[in-house]
């Protein structure tokens, strides 16, 4: 008798999220949003979020407008606080963090988020959580909104400035210089980097942008050498050290005469770490 229920239980399961699929595609703006303040569930994020995924923007203006991006934080906020560090709570976290990335996938969305203050405060609270893969994807979309606008990185560095605050950190930057040296995977690792890149990119001031970018790089001086020396580095993470490593020596007058001298990813490293710390002494001076 029991193993009948247990082969009935995925039916059961699959039935209930076509029913969900089905309602939510005839649904109006309203009733979505009332339904991202139910008891979260795997099959709700995910018939919310395909929803989201073909809706026009018309549609998503109104669900926005109505606080539906509003309550997924607020959700995600809740879902990453402290006690929520099982294998279900990470796939819940993930499938919130989706309905996000479904929002964030349009011009409509993205405005909504940049424009909107302390949107992007909650959800970079969400960098707090133990689990890794949900986090990987906080600090993807923390990149794409930070090129996405000069109000987008101007509200990442703030929120940075938040998370940094609320957790107690010593510096801004400490949430993603501590996550890359914890960091196991290339992926998460790159996705690290990747963000690291977007912020000094896209920092206008030139001696600003120095400043940020040896800043980085101080903290992460003894990070970078086991990196390096992955596997992977050369395909996967290289192209953003690389590119972390060349703009330094391009951009600081101090190091402007060995930059002819570069010729590989090693040497890019040898030639920085005989500069970086002078770099960032000076640099402080300027802030």
Known sequence: MMAAETRQMP?????????????????????????THSVPSVQMYYALRLKLERCGEAWLQSFLDLGGLDSLLNSLDQLTGRGFTSFLDA???LDCISCVRAVLN???????????EGNIKKFAIALNTNNTLPKKHVFEILSALCAYSNNGYRQVLDALSYVKKEADLPHRFSIIVNELKVAESAQHQTSVLTLINCIINCTPEIMERIRI????????????????RIQSFDWYIGPHINHLLAKTLKESSLVKNKIKQVTSSQTLHTALASTARTCFVMAAHLD
């Open 11 to 35: 039916d059961t399961v699959n039935n209930t999220t076509m029913e969900l699929q089905q309602d939510l595609a005839r649904s109006t703006p309203e009733q979505c949003v009332a339904l």
């Open 91 to 93: 796939i819940l976290q």
């Open 213 to 228: 970018r040896n800043e980085f790089i101080f903290n992460l001086m003894g990070t970078l050498d086991p990196i390096m």
């Open 106 to 116: 349009s011009n409509v969305g993205l405005d909504f988020m940049v424009n909107s």
